[in-house]
Nanobody, 124 residues
């Protein structure tokens, strides 16, 4: 099994920045691509960003391109989501996910492991 723990969620004013972290533990040798998803109240969970196994390929939802940056830490068990120029529509619970795929993917069904989520609230 793999455990994922997110941190860094907070309340921030529009235009501000936050950095989310996701630490993996357990059988981390079985996970490669990582992703971030979010869910706003009353809406379905949606793709935000993904990164491939070695960090050289990333993918982003159109709504966050140019504002968010996904990256891997030195140990590769930790993944970050740097969020800049935050908007009220970025509000939601942010979930970290891990996949056995090598390549980055926006397909929610490709991710086997999920964290519990961290709340991001952007006030206007």
């Amino acid at each position: 099994q793999v455990q994922l723990v997110e941190s860094g969620g907070s309340v921030v004013q529009a235009g501000g920045s936050l950095r989310l972290s996701c630490a993996a533990s357990g059988r981390t040798y079985s996970i490669y691509a990582r992703g971030w998803f979010r869910q706003a109240p009353g809406k379905e969970r949606e793709f935000v960003a993904s990164i491939n196994w070695n960090g050289d390929t990333t993918d982003y939802a159109d709504s966050v391109k140019g504002r968010f940056l996904i990256s891997r830490g030195n140990t590769k068990n930790t993944v970050y989501l740097q969020m800049n120029s935050l908007k009220s529509e970025d509000t939601g619970v942010y979930y970290c996910a891990a996949s056995s795929r090598l390549s980055a993917t926006m397909d929610l069904s490709e991710y086997k492991y999920w964290g519990q989520g961290t709340q991001v609230t952007v006030s206007s």
